[in-house]
Protein backbone atom coordinates (compact mmCIF):
# COMPACT_ATOMS: atom_id res chain seq x y z
CA UNK A 1 0.00 0.00 0.00
CA UNK A 2 1.51 3.11 -0.81
CA UNK A 3 2.03 6.46 1.07
CA UNK A 4 -1.39 8.56 -0.04
CA UNK A 5 -3.64 5.71 0.66
CA UNK A 6 -2.43 4.51 4.07
CA UNK A 7 -3.09 8.36 4.58
CA UNK A 8 -6.45 8.13 3.91
CA UNK A 9 -7.13 5.13 5.71
CA UNK A 10 -5.66 6.60 8.98
CA UNK A 11 -7.73 9.93 8.81
CA UNK A 12 -10.75 7.54 8.58
CA UNK A 13 -10.30 6.16 10.90
CA UNK A 14 -9.60 9.06 13.60
CA UNK A 15 -13.13 10.39 12.09
CA UNK A 16 -15.14 7.27 13.35
CA UNK A 17 -13.34 7.32 16.62
CA UNK A 18 -14.29 10.81 17.04
CA UNK A 19 -18.14 10.38 16.00
CA UNK A 20 -18.06 7.10 18.61
CA UNK A 21 -17.05 9.61 21.50
CA UNK A 22 -18.71 12.77 20.66
CA UNK A 23 -22.39 11.48 19.61
CA UNK A 24 -23.23 9.53 22.54
CA UNK A 25 -22.36 12.70 24.60
CA UNK A 26 -24.27 15.20 22.78
CA UNK A 27 -27.52 12.31 22.95
CA UNK A 28 -26.79 12.28 27.13
CA UNK A 29 -27.32 16.24 26.48
CA UNK A 30 -30.03 16.75 24.82
CA UNK A 31 -32.07 13.80 27.02
CA UNK A 32 -30.85 15.74 29.62
CA UNK A 33 -32.37 19.11 28.35
CA UNK A 34 -35.38 17.27 27.87
CA UNK A 35 -36.20 15.53 30.97
CA UNK A 36 -35.22 18.88 32.61
CA UNK A 37 -38.08 20.65 30.77
CA UNK A 38 -40.41 18.12 31.02
CA UNK A 39 -39.85 18.02 34.81
CA UNK A 40 -39.96 21.79 34.34
CA UNK A 41 -43.46 21.57 32.90
CA UNK A 42 -44.91 19.75 35.77
CA UNK A 43 -43.32 21.49 38.25
CA UNK A 44 -44.49 24.85 36.80
CA UNK A 45 -47.82 25.88 38.96
CA UNK A 46 -50.98 27.04 37.24
CA UNK A 47 -53.00 29.60 38.39
CA UNK A 48 -56.71 29.06 39.08
CA UNK A 49 -60.07 29.37 40.71
CA UNK A 50 -61.56 26.85 42.82
CA UNK A 51 -64.91 25.89 44.34
CA UNK A 52 -65.66 24.54 47.30
CA UNK A 53 -68.93 21.78 47.26
CA UNK A 54 -71.58 22.37 49.89
CA UNK A 55 -75.12 20.92 49.51
CA UNK A 56 -77.61 23.17 48.10
CA UNK A 57 -81.18 23.34 47.88
CA UNK A 58 -82.24 22.82 43.94
CA UNK A 59 -85.42 24.22 42.34
CA UNK A 60 -85.78 20.89 40.35
CA UNK A 61 -86.87 21.67 36.59
CA UNK A 62 -86.59 20.90 33.35
CA UNK A 63 -85.20 23.25 30.72
CA UNK A 64 -86.09 22.18 27.09
CA UNK A 65 -87.61 23.51 24.01
CA UNK A 66 -90.77 22.74 21.30
CA UNK A 67 -93.52 23.54 18.84
CA UNK A 68 -96.87 24.41 18.89
CA UNK A 69 -99.24 22.50 17.19
CA UNK A 70 -102.99 23.40 16.25
CA UNK A 71 -105.16 20.86 18.04
CA UNK A 72 -106.85 19.84 15.18
CA UNK A 73 -105.45 20.33 11.19
CA UNK A 74 -107.23 18.98 8.04
CA UNK A 75 -105.88 19.96 4.23
CA UNK A 76 -109.03 20.26 1.79
CA UNK A 77 -109.11 18.19 -1.22
CA UNK A 78 -111.47 17.73 -4.08
CA UNK A 79 -112.97 13.78 -3.98
CA UNK A 80 -114.12 14.65 -7.65
CA UNK A 81 -111.91 15.87 -10.73
CA UNK A 82 -114.04 18.83 -11.92
CA UNK A 83 -114.12 22.33 -11.78
CA UNK A 84 -114.40 24.89 -9.23
CA UNK A 85 -117.78 26.74 -9.59
CA UNK A 86 -117.73 28.62 -6.24
CA UNK A 87 -115.48 30.07 -3.33
CA UNK A 88 -117.49 30.70 -0.01
CA UNK A 89 -114.97 31.10 2.88
CA UNK A 90 -112.47 34.15 3.78
CA UNK A 91 -108.76 33.49 3.67
CA UNK A 92 -108.02 33.50 7.49
CA UNK A 93 -111.78 33.49 8.51
CA UNK A 94 -113.08 31.40 10.53
CA UNK A 95 -115.21 28.69 9.25
CA UNK A 96 -117.83 27.10 11.51
CA UNK A 97 -118.35 22.71 11.09
CA UNK A 98 -120.13 22.28 7.42
CA UNK A 99 -119.75 25.01 5.78
CA UNK A 100 -119.82 24.84 2.23
CA UNK A 101 -116.19 26.15 1.49
CA UNK A 102 -116.09 24.97 -2.22
CA UNK A 103 -118.37 23.97 -4.91
CA UNK A 104 -117.46 21.87 -7.64
CA UNK A 105 -119.33 21.85 -11.32
CA UNK A 106 -122.20 19.71 -10.87
CA UNK A 107 -124.38 20.18 -14.39
CA UNK A 108 -123.68 16.34 -15.50
CA UNK A 109 -125.43 14.97 -12.17
CA UNK A 110 -128.07 16.91 -12.34
CA UNK A 111 -129.27 15.90 -15.96
CA UNK A 112 -128.85 12.54 -15.11
CA UNK A 113 -130.24 12.96 -12.12
CA UNK A 114 -133.41 14.29 -14.10
CA UNK A 115 -133.40 11.59 -16.60
CA UNK A 116 -133.39 9.02 -13.63
CA UNK A 117 -136.34 10.18 -12.46
CA UNK A 118 -137.79 10.92 -15.25
CA UNK A 119 -137.35 6.64 -15.77
CA UNK A 120 -138.50 5.79 -12.42
CA UNK A 121 -141.77 8.09 -13.11
CA UNK A 122 -142.56 5.92 -16.13
CA UNK A 123 -141.55 2.56 -14.84
CA UNK A 124 -144.15 3.00 -11.77
CA UNK A 125 -146.76 3.87 -14.22
CA UNK A 126 -145.79 0.79 -16.16
CA UNK A 127 -146.14 -1.09 -12.99
CA UNK A 128 -149.18 0.33 -11.97
CA UNK A 129 -150.76 -1.22 -15.45
CA UNK A 130 -148.81 -4.49 -15.51
CA UNK A 131 -150.30 -4.72 -11.89
CA UNK A 132 -153.71 -4.79 -13.31
CA UNK A 133 -152.79 -7.29 -15.96
CA UNK A 134 -151.13 -9.45 -13.39
CA UNK A 135 -154.29 -9.67 -11.39
CA UNK A 136 -156.24 -10.76 -14.46
CA UNK A 137 -153.61 -13.22 -15.08
CA UNK A 138 -152.69 -11.82 -18.01
CA UNK A 139 -149.19 -11.38 -17.23
CA UNK A 140 -146.57 -13.87 -15.88
CA UNK A 141 -145.42 -13.19 -12.55
CA UNK A 142 -141.85 -13.64 -13.95
CA UNK A 143 -142.44 -10.83 -16.07
CA UNK A 144 -143.92 -8.06 -13.60
CA UNK A 145 -140.68 -8.97 -11.38
CA UNK A 146 -138.64 -7.75 -14.18
CA UNK A 147 -140.78 -4.31 -13.95
CA UNK A 148 -140.01 -3.79 -10.45
CA UNK A 149 -136.02 -5.48 -10.89
CA UNK A 150 -135.69 -1.95 -13.20
CA UNK A 151 -137.61 0.12 -10.88
CA UNK A 152 -134.76 -0.96 -7.36
CA UNK A 153 -131.63 -0.53 -10.50
CA UNK A 154 -132.91 3.41 -11.20
CA UNK A 155 -133.29 3.90 -7.45
CA UNK A 156 -129.73 2.83 -6.91
CA UNK A 157 -128.33 4.70 -9.44
CA UNK A 158 -130.15 7.52 -7.83
CA UNK A 159 -127.88 7.14 -4.71
CA UNK A 160 -125.46 6.84 -6.49
CA UNK A 161 -125.60 9.77 -8.09
CA UNK A 162 -126.96 12.10 -5.19
CA UNK A 163 -124.06 10.60 -2.86
CA UNK A 164 -121.97 12.20 -5.84
CA UNK A 165 -123.69 15.24 -6.11
CA UNK A 166 -123.17 15.47 -1.93
CA UNK A 167 -119.39 15.58 -2.63
CA UNK A 168 -119.81 18.70 -5.28
CA UNK A 169 -120.21 20.56 -2.10
CA UNK A 170 -116.82 20.52 -0.20
CA UNK A 171 -117.43 21.27 3.46
CA UNK A 172 -115.37 22.14 6.76
CA UNK A 173 -114.82 19.26 8.55
CA UNK A 174 -114.69 21.20 11.66
CA UNK A 175 -114.44 24.70 12.67
CA UNK A 176 -111.36 26.44 12.66
CA UNK A 177 -109.23 29.15 10.56
CA UNK A 178 -109.33 28.83 7.31
CA UNK A 179 -105.98 29.30 5.63
CA UNK A 180 -104.94 30.76 1.86
CA UNK A 181 -106.84 29.02 -1.32
CA UNK A 182 -104.84 27.19 -3.59
CA UNK A 183 -106.99 27.51 -6.18
CA UNK A 184 -110.06 29.92 -8.04
CA UNK A 185 -113.27 29.66 -9.94
CA UNK A 186 -112.56 27.67 -13.07
CA UNK A 187 -109.87 25.84 -11.94
CA UNK A 188 -110.20 21.92 -12.64
CA UNK A 189 -109.32 19.78 -9.36
CA UNK A 190 -108.60 16.51 -8.21
CA UNK A 191 -108.06 14.94 -4.99
CA UNK A 192 -103.89 15.73 -4.99
CA UNK A 193 -104.58 19.21 -5.13
CA UNK A 194 -105.10 21.00 -1.75
CA UNK A 195 -107.67 23.52 -2.48
CA UNK A 196 -106.79 24.90 0.90
CA UNK A 197 -106.10 24.02 5.34
CA UNK A 198 -108.27 24.75 8.09
CA UNK A 199 -107.15 24.25 11.54
CA UNK A 200 -108.65 24.58 15.02
CA UNK A 201 -106.24 26.81 17.09
CA UNK A 202 -109.02 27.16 20.01
CA UNK A 203 -106.76 25.25 22.15
CA UNK A 204 -103.21 24.04 20.85
CA UNK A 205 -100.70 21.30 21.34
CA UNK A 206 -97.18 21.62 22.89
CA UNK A 207 -94.84 19.02 21.46
CA UNK A 208 -91.46 18.60 23.55
CA UNK A 209 -88.61 16.25 24.44
CA UNK A 210 -86.85 15.28 27.09
CA UNK A 211 -84.38 13.02 28.12
CA UNK A 212 -85.38 9.14 28.96
CA UNK A 213 -84.06 9.48 32.69
CA UNK A 214 -86.78 11.83 33.57
CA UNK A 215 -89.63 9.47 32.22
CA UNK A 216 -90.98 8.33 35.71
CA UNK A 217 -91.32 11.75 36.30
CA UNK A 218 -94.10 13.01 34.01
CA UNK A 219 -97.84 11.70 34.42
CA UNK A 220 -100.77 13.07 32.55
CA UNK A 221 -101.92 16.17 34.31
CA UNK A 222 -98.92 18.00 35.29
CA UNK A 223 -98.64 21.45 34.37
CA UNK A 224 -95.94 22.93 32.25
CA UNK A 225 -95.15 26.64 31.58
CA UNK A 226 -93.66 27.64 28.58
CA UNK A 227 -92.79 30.88 26.47
CA UNK A 228 -93.08 32.03 22.64
CA UNK A 229 -91.39 34.83 21.54
CA UNK A 230 -92.81 37.54 20.76
CA UNK A 231 -94.71 37.52 24.24
CA UNK A 232 -93.62 38.52 27.60
CA UNK A 233 -95.91 36.80 29.50
CA UNK A 234 -95.55 32.76 30.44
CA UNK A 235 -98.49 30.65 29.44
CA UNK A 236 -99.18 27.13 31.09
CA UNK A 237 -100.16 23.98 29.38
CA UNK A 238 -101.26 20.75 31.29
CA UNK A 239 -99.35 17.23 30.14
CA UNK A 240 -101.36 14.91 28.05
CA UNK A 241 -99.73 11.67 26.64
CA UNK A 242 -96.16 10.93 25.69
CA UNK A 243 -94.78 8.62 23.02
CA UNK A 244 -94.79 5.13 23.65
CA UNK A 245 -91.16 5.24 22.04
CA UNK A 246 -87.99 6.95 23.13
CA UNK A 247 -85.65 8.06 20.20
CA UNK A 248 -82.55 5.95 19.95
CA UNK A 249 -80.60 8.69 18.41
CA UNK A 250 -81.03 11.00 20.91
CA UNK A 251 -82.28 8.72 23.52
CA UNK A 252 -85.25 11.35 24.41
CA UNK A 253 -88.98 11.03 24.67
CA UNK A 254 -91.80 13.56 23.26
CA UNK A 255 -94.21 15.09 25.51
CA UNK A 256 -97.20 16.50 24.30
CA UNK A 257 -98.86 18.89 26.18
CA UNK A 258 -102.13 20.89 25.51
CA UNK A 259 -102.70 24.76 26.25
CA UNK A 260 -105.57 27.36 25.66
CA UNK A 261 -105.41 29.90 23.54
CA UNK A 262 -107.70 32.72 23.76
CA UNK A 263 -107.59 35.31 21.10
CA UNK A 264 -105.68 32.68 18.88
CA UNK A 265 -102.83 34.29 20.07
CA UNK A 266 -100.71 31.32 19.40
CA UNK A 267 -99.65 30.14 16.13
CA UNK A 268 -98.85 26.75 15.04
CA UNK A 269 -95.11 26.41 14.27
CA UNK A 270 -94.08 28.74 16.52
CA UNK A 271 -91.04 27.90 18.96
CA UNK A 272 -91.49 27.69 22.50
CA UNK A 273 -89.21 27.59 25.66
CA UNK A 274 -91.01 24.82 27.83
CA UNK A 275 -89.91 24.87 31.56
CA UNK A 276 -91.46 21.70 33.79
CA UNK A 277 -90.97 21.94 37.86
CA UNK A 278 -90.46 18.83 39.76
CA UNK A 279 -89.95 18.28 43.04
CA UNK A 280 -87.08 19.99 44.58
CA UNK A 281 -83.49 18.36 46.10
CA UNK A 282 -82.55 20.28 49.11
CA UNK A 283 -78.73 18.07 48.94
CA UNK A 284 -77.79 18.72 45.72
CA UNK A 285 -74.42 18.57 44.75
CA UNK A 286 -74.34 21.99 42.06
CA UNK A 287 -70.88 23.32 40.30
CA UNK A 288 -70.42 25.91 37.86
CA UNK A 289 -71.16 24.88 34.62
CA UNK A 290 -67.51 26.35 33.38
CA UNK A 291 -65.89 23.12 35.77
CA UNK A 292 -67.12 20.20 33.99
CA UNK A 293 -65.13 18.61 30.69
CA UNK A 294 -67.00 16.85 28.13
CA UNK A 295 -65.37 13.54 26.96
CA UNK A 296 -65.63 11.24 24.52
CA UNK A 297 -66.85 8.84 26.86
CA UNK A 298 -69.17 11.51 29.77
CA UNK A 299 -67.97 14.25 31.57
CA UNK A 300 -65.06 14.79 34.25
CA UNK A 301 -64.20 17.64 36.33
CA UNK A 302 -60.76 18.60 38.31
CA UNK A 303 -60.38 18.18 41.99
CA UNK A 304 -57.83 20.09 44.09
CA UNK A 305 -56.21 17.35 46.30
CA UNK A 306 -52.74 18.01 48.43
CA UNK A 307 -51.91 21.41 46.13
CA UNK A 308 -52.64 19.55 42.60
CA UNK A 309 -54.79 18.35 40.01
CA UNK A 310 -57.02 15.43 40.21
CA UNK A 311 -59.14 13.90 37.21
CA UNK A 312 -62.32 13.04 38.34
CA UNK A 313 -65.28 11.50 36.58
CA UNK A 314 -68.97 12.51 37.23
CA UNK A 315 -72.38 12.11 36.23
CA UNK A 316 -74.34 14.89 35.74
CA UNK A 317 -78.10 16.03 36.49
CA UNK A 318 -80.41 18.85 36.01
CA UNK A 319 -78.81 22.19 34.57
CA UNK A 320 -79.52 25.91 35.65
CA UNK A 321 -78.53 29.22 34.23
CA UNK A 322 -74.79 29.08 35.81
CA UNK A 323 -74.33 25.56 37.50
CA UNK A 324 -75.18 22.04 36.68
CA UNK A 325 -76.37 19.22 39.11
CA UNK A 326 -73.88 16.33 39.56
CA UNK A 327 -75.44 13.47 40.35
CA UNK A 328 -72.32 10.96 41.33
CA UNK A 329 -68.58 11.23 41.61
CA UNK A 330 -68.52 14.37 43.85
CA UNK A 331 -69.03 14.62 47.59
CA UNK A 332 -69.98 17.84 49.43
CA UNK A 333 -67.03 18.93 50.88
CA UNK A 334 -64.71 18.45 47.39
CA UNK A 335 -62.93 21.19 46.23
CA UNK A 336 -63.12 21.54 42.48
CA UNK A 337 -60.88 23.74 40.07
CA UNK A 338 -63.63 26.02 38.11
CA UNK A 339 -60.94 28.16 35.82
CA UNK A 340 -57.79 27.66 33.57
CA UNK A 341 -59.23 23.87 32.81
CA UNK A 342 -57.75 23.61 29.72
CA UNK A 343 -53.87 24.11 30.85
CA UNK A 344 -54.59 21.26 33.54
CA UNK A 345 -53.18 17.85 33.10
CA UNK A 346 -53.52 15.34 35.98
CA UNK A 347 -51.36 16.23 38.78
CA UNK A 348 -50.49 19.62 37.61
CA UNK A 349 -49.21 21.94 40.21
CA UNK A 350 -52.22 24.21 41.54
CA UNK A 351 -51.68 27.98 43.17
CA UNK A 352 -55.26 28.68 44.39
CA UNK A 353 -56.20 32.41 43.49
CA UNK A 354 -59.53 32.35 45.07
CA UNK A 355 -62.10 30.14 46.52
CA UNK A 356 -66.06 30.36 45.57
Known sequence: MNKPVRNISVILILIVIAALLIIPKLLSESNSKQEGSGRGDRDQEVSADAFIIRPAELENEILTSGTIYANEEVQIRSELTRKITGIYFKEGGFVPAGKVMFKLDDSDILARLRKLDLDEELNLKQQEREQTLLDKGLLTQEEFDVRQTNIEKIRADIEVL????????????????????????????????????????????????????????????????YKVDGYDEDFTGTVTSFDPRINEATRSIVIRAVSGNKGNRLLPGSFVKVKLNLENTYDAIMIPTQAVIPKLKGQSVYLYENGIAVSKDVETGVRTDKEIQITSGLNSGDTIITTNILRLKPKSKIKIITIN
Open 162 to 225: EVELDKTNITAPFSGIAGFRNVSIGSLVNNTVVLTTIQDIGKVKIDFSIPEKFISVFKPGQTIN
